[in-house]
């Protein structure tokens, strides 16, 4: 697939049209097949216990789909999350940035589906997986 948008236009995305998040997410890499997103883990991210929430890796996979699918399309910001499948496997390391890579699966005139994996940084196994399917609006 070719990229449309690349690191930095995703980036600047993020602060024009999506601020609400911009000082949560980072644009690591932009691939033919998908992207790299980085949570800045904060106190904010943590729930009783000491470990990065679920709702917080939620957020990361679903922005990571999200940024996946405009790099490939271009900034379409009503493609909209459809449907959402989520293991959590490990607990992620306290106070440590999570990375969500994203492979697309599937990019058609529609619909979307990618597959994601979360890492806390620095360590080689998941925390979680997600499997995320986007609908895409019509042009």
Partial sequence: MPIVMDKDALSQFLVTDFAQVKDMFTVEEVRDTGVTIRLIAGEQHLRPG??????????????SV??????????KALSVTTSCSMDFMRKPVAGVDLLCEVRLLKLGKQLAVGDCLIFSEGKPEPVARANMTYSIPRS
């Fill in 66 to 75: 999200y940024l996946a699918i405009l790099a490939m399309i271009g900034p």
């Fill in 50 to 63: 000491g470990t990065v929430s679920g709702p917080a890796m939620f957020a990361l996979a679903d922005v």
